[in-house]
């Protein structure tokens, strides 16, 4: 019986390239083991903690994690990658080179005879309205252009950068143990089920695992992440379950 993954949050390329190292492998590991039984992976984001490409240039990191995408793309494994908010500037180099298909927002659809909704998880919310211009700002049209006329030693240097002072912003607010009732992720669900039949809200993002009920018969799964979690969720037989890797 094939079964379907879903991962997110690996952040590659922190905390250092030693470290990041030690983690591409271990998810390759986790890669792996599952092809096997793998109909299709949902990567939800984040997979990189900095990523930009050029008409001609790439970061030179990520090549295990790279070509193992590549070799189950090419094995016939369907492979989602979700733009992150720090691997938002994915354009054409991942479907071209690895074959996966990019994700730019929300997903929705039937697996398994269930309603799905998946996204990164960020700027979901009306509340994070300054969020949201940012991220505007970011994917925009111009911005990506601007980018383009760098010399990619800074422009990915540049990248790596921002990725950096996102993520400290960041963890701060992830080390706030904020209650179910005031996650924006939790909110998004509840209002967006009042009007779609839903059966699993999927988003990765927070970096906090969590399987919690959204009315009568919807659920919220957030992935967790790969820094110091390494969660992951599959959908089999109609179920979908939190697992942890820890090989
Ligand atoms: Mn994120």
Excluded at 33 to 43: A, G, P
Excluded at 63 to 86: E, P, V, W
Excluded at 94 to 115: A, C, P, S, V
Aim: aromatic fraction near 16%; hydrophobic fraction near 35%.
């Amino acid at each position: 019986m094939s079964k379907i993954y879903f991962a997110s949050d690996f952040h590659l390329g922190t905390p250092s390239y030693e470290a990041s190292l030690v983690r591409e492998k271990k998810v390759v590991r986790w890669l792996n083991e599952i092809e096997s039984d793998c109909e299709t992976l949902f990567l939800l984001g984040d997979v990189f903690d900095f990523w930009y490409e050029y008409k001609t240039a790439v970061p030179k990191y990520y090549t295990r994690l790279l070509g193992k995408l590549a070799q189950m793309c090419d094995s016939g494994i369907k492979i989602y990658f979700f733009k992150g908010n720090h691997d938002m500037w994915t354009f054409d180099y991942l479907t071209k080179e690895i074959g996966l298909e990019i994700i730019d927002e929300e997903w929705q659809g039937t697996l398994q005879d269930k309603q799905f909704y998946l996204h990164h998880g960020d700027a979901l919310w009306k509340g994070e309205a300054g969020y949201k211009f940012i991220r505007k700002v970011f994917r925009s049209r111009w911005a990506i252009w601007l980018f383009h006329r760098l010399h990619p030693n800074f422009g990915i240097g540049l990248a790596n950068y921002l990725s950096r002072s996102s993520r400290k912003k960041n963890s701060v607010k992830d080390e706030l143990d904020i209650q179910l009732e005031k996650e924006y992720q939790y909110q998004f669900a509840l209002d967006h089920n009042v009007q779609n039949n839903i059966d699993f809200y999927i988003f990765g993002h927070r970096h906090k695992p969590m399987d919690v009920p959204i009315g009568e018969n919807a659920r919220l799964i957030n992935l967790g992440d790969w820094v110091s979690k390494y969660t992951y969720a599959t959908l089999e037989q109609g179920n979908v379950t939190l697992h942890t890797y820890d090989t």
